[in-house]
């Protein structure tokens, strides 16, 4: 199973229209990660493929509310970035 498909899995998503969408979310997320906060996820880690899925689920649920990000991520990001910069916990 890929990030895409993990990601519709969660979110009950059965068709494929809104691949390309969940495809820009995803992509966004990995280069937001990278360029902003120095962490390359390796996706082959199942720490690392689960949080980019919960991660593009919430970005993709989350329609510009600006409640903030949820706890369980915010705890999540941060260990990732006290892991060290190159993503490994």
Known sequence: MNITEAVKARLGITINSRDDYI???I????????????LTLDES?????????DY?????SNHGETS????????????????GKDGNI
């Open 27 to 38: 992509d966004g997320l990995k280069k937001e990660l990278n360029d902003v906060q120095g």
């Open 23 to 25: 495809n820009l979310i």
């Open 68 to 83: 903030g990000m949820p706890r369980h991520l915010q705890w999540r990001l941060h260990n990732l970035m006290v892991g």
């Open 45 to 53: 880690n199942p720490s690392h493929f689960m949080f980019i899925v």
């Open 56 to 60: 593009a689920t919430y970005r993709y």
